[in-house]
């Protein structure tokens, strides 16, 4: 099995900072590309950023130049570092992964539980 955690979300005031990471863990053999959904209230989920196994990123429009994705492989984690945050930002933020698991040979897509993500004054 595997198991996405995240963490790092909660309340911050426009203009601030929030740092989001995601832990994998488990049986795992290699992790493909990481991703960080969001879903605010009433919306569809939507894709916010994407890194690949060598390092490559995407982001969606609305964030670049604000959100930055990187990830540490030694560790199996990804972070989503979010400067400039406005209250259009607020959702509930998902981690996923594409990770092949040890003794596997195909990968198999990830959720984590997701972090809550306010920005209010």
């Known amino acids: 099995q595997v198991q996405l955690v995240e963490s790092g979300g909660g309340l911050v005031q426009p203009g601030g900072s929030l740092r989001l990471s995601c832990a994998a863990s488990g049986s795992i053999f290699s992790i493909n590309a990481m991703r960080w959904y969001r879903q605010a209230p009433g919306k569809q989920r939507e894709l916010v950023a994407v890194i690949g196994s060598g390092g490559s990123t995407n982001y969606a429009d609305s964030v670049k130049g604000r959100f930055t994705i990187s990830r540490d492989n030694a560790k199996n984690t990804v972070y989503l570092q979010m400067n400039s945050l406005e209250p259009e930002d607020t959702a509930v933020y998902y981690c996923?992964?594409?990770?092949?698991?040890?003794?596997?040979?195909?990968?198999?897509?990830?959720w984590g539980q997701g972090t809550r993500v306010t920005v209010s004054s």
């Open positions: 996923n992964a594409d990770v092949t698991m040890v003794g596997r040979y195909v990968s198999n897509n990830y």
